[in-house]
């Protein structure tokens, strides 16, 4: 791999291609990259550069669970504040692309192959910030959700999750290979499922306890984590488990 290279947290799309033709040896183009992104097997981004605008959200699914192979129907409802209000941000940075919520982010994808379009989920456009907040997109200035759709240029990929990819055909000593997408999710589900038996954590609410609990039982055991990492995780792990950190209603 270029030295460069190591030292990118971020990718473009034609950038990801030349990195991974060089790291699995073989020929690797944007066309590629775009569809694996599209599939799910690659998380891209959206480098959002403030011009929109969102509301942080909780999102759920409808009772009943969908049947095996049917995709859940999401719908999404705003986090309030301790003052029961929920206030709009404009976004800058980057942003995942959750496909398992908002599929149309993956048929948008590819149009940028010259396959898929503009399709509508039954909530509004979601992305993740770095801290696991699940944002729902809005146009501003009108009343109505409004889906916007990133540009091409708009799109990247991080190192790490290049990283997790790449391991799948590297062979590399076990005990420095990245978690594989599935290995993660499972332990994510397993400190999920303790945080709520264990501290009665709330996935929904705007501020939970559990996170410092947690923090200060694993400090009594010589383990320094902060309750804004173990919150963090949380959060990531509620989007994974509940499904997409919310609840079935």
């Excluded at 990118?8 to 991974?20: F, I, Q, S």
Aim: charged residues 25%; glycine residues 8%.
């Amino acid at each position: 791999m270029k030295k460069l290279y190591k030292l990118k947290t971020w990718y473009t799309l034609e950038e990801a291609a030349a990195r991974l033709s060089l790291t699995l040896s073989e020929q690797i183009v944007e066309n590629d990259v775009v569809q694996l992104a599209a599939q799910g097997d690659i998380p891209v981004c959206w480098f959002l550069n403030g011009e929109h605008y969102a509301r942080k959200v909780t999102v759920f699914c409808c009772y009943p669970r969908p049947q095996q192979h049917e995709s859940p129907r999401i719908y999404s409802k705003p986090t309030y504040d301790e003052n029961g209000e929920s206030w709009g941000e404009s976004l800058a940075g980057i942003f995942t692309l959750p496909m398992d919520l908002y599929p149309s982010w993956g048929w948008w994808l590819l149009t940028f192959v010259g396959k898929g379009g503009e399709s509508g989920d039954w909530c509004g456009p979601l992305v993740i910030g770095g801290d696991g907040t699940i944002w729902e997109l809005y146009e501003e200035n009108k009343k109505s959700d409004f889906f916007h759709f990133p540009k091409k240029d708009e799109i990247v990929i991080k190192s790490e999750d290049l990283a997790v990819f790449e391991a799948q055909f590297l062979e590399q000593p076990a005990d420095k290979k990245p978690l594989l997408n599935t290995e993660r999710n499972t332990l994510l589900k397993l400190v999920i499922g303790m945080a709520i038996k264990g501290y009665s954590h709330d996935p929904t609410a705007s501020k939970s306890k559990a996170p410092k609990e947690i923090a200060d039982d694993l400090l009594s055991l010589g383990i320094d984590v902060s309750d804004d990492t173990v919150r963090k995780y949380l959060k990531q792990a509620a989007t994974i488990a509940l499904p997409a950190g919310g609840r079935y209603e």
